[in-house]
């Protein structure tokens, strides 16, 4: 698959669920996490972090331990991290200008869960793109 050419992604239930729930436990603070599986195009696993940012109301910043223990365990042939996930509180499931001042171009995924919904994006190097998905059953190694 060349880098801009898109799938569908597939998303675990338990994933899903996940999302709604952390955005809920954590209003009206932005919550924010990690997106992980075994191939670029299939979620498996969300692993909740820690919001450090300094308005963690308007703003994500995800705990950089989070980032590197995930990192270290994909290098060391753990689950890969295939993008983050964070709320929009009062907002709608789609990237925000500060998001968007935020994009890196990285063809990570980005969920973003607003409005008591879940969309998910692909940092395209040339701005955020819907990535169509869908719900699939949940793997054996769980959420």
Do not use: K
């Not at 907002?91 to 171009?105: F, I, Q």
């Amino acid at each position: 698959m060349e880098d801009g050419e898109t799938r569908v992604l597939a998303v675990a239930r338990a994933v899903v669920s996940l999302l709604h729930e952390e955005a809920a436990l954590a209003a009206p603070l932005e919550c924010c996490g990690l997106l992980l599986g075994p191939a670029r195009d299939h979620v498996t696993r969300a692993l909740p972090a820690a919001n450090v940012a300094a308005d963690p109301r308007r703003r994500f910043e995800i705990d950089p331990r989070a980032l590197l223990d995930a990192h270290r365990a994909e290098r060391a042939g753990g689950e890969r991290v295939l993008g983050y996930y964070h709320s929009h509180p009062a907002g709608a499931p789609v990237p925000s200008a500060t998001d968007r001042e935020n994009s890196t171009g990285d063809l990570r995924i980005w969920a973003i869960i607003g409005a008591g919904q879940v969309a998910f994006w692909r940092d395209s190097g040339n701005g955020f793109v819907e990535q169509s998905w869908r719900r699939v059953d949940d793997d054996p190694g769980g959420v």
